[in-house]
């Protein structure tokens, strides 16, 4: 077993880290906004639940829980796929300085695994703008 010997093959690995670690940080900040807009629309059903909107029409408080509900599931799917691609991209850091610590090439599968990581967080942020798109259409309702 290859263990790192000198400063410089250190150096090399924690270089290769810092796109992935900025990525982390970037969907890091990412989830703290999908986590504040699901706790607004939770609030905001709340709301709707308990009254606060007894002046509207049946129909409409109706139509305004559905998009809530619809927008809370958007939201939902959004941080799981973030989520996943944080965690993806936290074991592509470990597996990557694991390998350079033994000394065993890495390239090809932390390159796929940035690519799946990559893919979650497309697909987090094509939920994200599912749900303000949706936002934008019922906006109108009240």
Known sequence: MAVVG???????AI????????????????????????ERIVDQNRSLRSGAFASLEPSVRQAIGDSFARRMKLLGRAIYF????????????IGAFLAAL????????????????????????????????????TMGLG
């Not at 270089?15 to 970037?26: D, I, Q």
């Not at 973030?82 to 850091?93: G, I, K, M, Q, R």
């Open 102 to 137: 033994v000394g065993v090439a890495h390239g090809g599968v932390v390159a796929v695994m940035f690519v799946i990581a990559l893919a979650l967080l497309m697909g987090s942020l094509a939920d994200l703008a599912r749900e303000i798109r949706l936002h934008i259409a």
């Open 82 to 93: 973030a989520v996943l691609s944080a965690l993806v991209t936290a074991a592509l850091l």
């Open 15 to 38: 270089s290769h880290a810092t796109a992935p670690a900025f990525m982390l940080g970037a969907v890091a900040g990412f989830l703290s906004i999908l986590i504040a807009r699901m």
């Open 6 to 12: 000198d400063i410089d093959h250190l150096s090399a």
